[in-house]
């Protein structure tokens, strides 16, 4: 929602401004097509051949963030701290038994209460992939934090490229924009004999390629590209909060403390309060019960 007030915002100051101090839009909407083709055209092939088909189709459904918003809300964060302490209190209860679960998790009784959670294939193989380790006595804390940061940046820097790729078009706009102009003007001077009312017109129009161009890059693709990246990073906290209650748990810290951690070390605006998810454990303990 916020997205879409944006871009009303947008149109509304730059042509409302220009309508305001006595402009008109004839010459604009007359221009606008065949600039948008050689503008939107030449942007659209320049990424196209700086891409390939997974990064493409990556940035046509990260677009969606823009309006969308995080994937994580602040109740996943705390459904995620109770899957983590049912786990983990499995693990030192019944270590043979936590195999199934961490296996199988599409199977698993404790994996199906939180369907949101399952559904995305990141977080459950850190889970899972971390859990099978420590249970093959690969449990060095530090050793596998190195891992596990090392193999989220490599998660962030792949979900990061959309950002980046529309960033890239953003910078080209401009470029491209007096690549229109110029193209107007060559056209104008080929009809320098005509009045100068025609000339006119048409030096406008062609200026209409520079404007087309540097509002583009500026006005949206460079804003949706920066909201990309933050709607990015902000999902980023969840997968770290698994680290944090992950790591804890192999410095054999009491589960409870586990998941406290986690729970301090997650982003304000997200994170539960300690009665909240006080509650929502004993719930969980009851239903098991």
Same mark, same amino acid.
Request: aromatic fraction near 6%.
């Given at each position: 929602?916020?997205?879409?007030?944006?871009?009303?915002?947008? =149109?509304?100051?730059?042509?409302?401004?220009?309508?305001?101090?006595?402009?008109?839009?004839?010459?604009?909407? *007359?221009?606008?097509?065949?600039?948008? @083709?050689?503008?939107?055209?030449?942007?659209?092939?320049?990424?196209?051949?700086?891409?390939?088909?997974?990064?493409?189709?990556?940035?046509?459904?990260?677009?969606?963030?823009?309006? *969308?918003? %995080? *994937?994580?809300?602040?109740?996943?964060?705390?459904? #995620?701290?109770?899957?983590? =302490?049912? &786990?983990? $209190?499995?693990? $030192?209860?019944? %270590?043979?038994?936590?195999?199934?679960?961490?296996?199988?998790?599409?199977?698993?009784?404790?994996?199906?209460?939180? *369907?949101?959670? &399952?559904?995305?294939?990141?977080?459950?193989?850190?889970?899972?992939? /971390? @859990? $099978?380790?420590?249970?093959?006595?690969?449990?060095?804390?530090?050793?596998?934090?190195?891992?596990?940061?090392?193999? !989220?940046?490599?998660?962030?820097?792949?979900? &990061?490229?959309?950002?980046?790729?529309?960033?890239?078009?953003?910078?080209? #706009? %401009?470029?491209?924009?007096?690549?229109?102009?110029?193209?107007?003007?060559?056209?104008? !001077?080929?009809?320098?004999?005509? %009045?100068?009312?025609?000339?006119?017109? @048409?030096?406008?129009?062609?200026?209409?390629?520079?404007?087309?161009?540097? =509002?583009?890059?500026?006005?949206?693709?460079?804003?949706?590209?920066?909201?990309?990246?933050?709607?990015?990073?902000?999902?980023?906290?969840?997968?770290?909060?698994?680290?944090?209650?992950?790591?804890?748990? #192999?410095?054999?810290?009491? /589960?409870?403390?586990?998941?406290?951690?986690?729970?301090?070390? /997650?982003?304000?605006?997200?994170?539960? /309060?300690?009665?909240?998810?006080?509650?929502?454990?004993?719930?969980?303990?009851?239903?098991?019960?």
């Amino acid at each position: 929602m916020i997205g879409l007030i944006g871009i009303l915002i947008i =149109f509304a100051m730059v042509f409302g401004g220009y309508l305001a101090a006595g402009g008109k839009l004839g010459i604009i909407l *007359k221009a606008l097509p065949f600039e948008m @083709m050689m503008i939107g055209g030449a942007a659209i092939g320049a990424f196209l051949i700086s891409n390939d088909m997974s990064a493409i189709k990556h940035t046509a459904k990260d677009i969606g963030k823009v309006f *969308k918003g %995080p *994937k994580w809300k602040p109740e996943d964060y705390r459904d #995620l701290l109770c899957l983590l =302490f049912e &786990l983990l $209190r499995l693990a $030192r209860a019944n %270590p043979v038994g936590i195999e199934e679960h961490i296996e199988t998790p599409e199977e698993s009784s404790i994996f199906s209460k939180y *369907k949101k959670i &399952l559904a995305d294939k990141e977080a459950i193989a850190l889970i899972c992939d /971390t @859990m $099978r380790s420590a249970s093959m006595n690969y449990d060095d804390p530090h050793q596998v934090e190195d891992i596990l940061e090392k193999r !989220m940046e490599a998660s962030m820097h792949h979900a &990061l490229h959309s950002s980046h790729a529309l960033q890239t078009m953003a910078d080209g #706009l %401009p470029a491209l924009g007096i690549v229109a102009a110029v193209l107007g003007v060559i056209k104008t !001077m080929a009809s320098i004999d005509q %009045p100068p009312e025609v000339l006119g017109k @048409m030096i406008g129009g062609a200026l209409v390629g520079t404007f087309l161009g540097v =509002f583009l890059a500026y006005g949206l693709v460079g804003p949706f590209a920066g909201r990309v990246k933050a709607v990015v990073e902000e999902d980023g906290h969840f997968y770290q909060l698994i680290r944090e209650v992950l790591v804890a748990n #192999l410095h054999n810290h009491a /589960t409870n403390i586990c998941i406290e951690v986690g729970r301090q070390n /997650t982003p304000s605006h997200y994170r539960p /309060t300690f009665v909240d998810l006080e509650v929502a454990l004993k719930e969980m303990k009851q239903e098991a019960a």
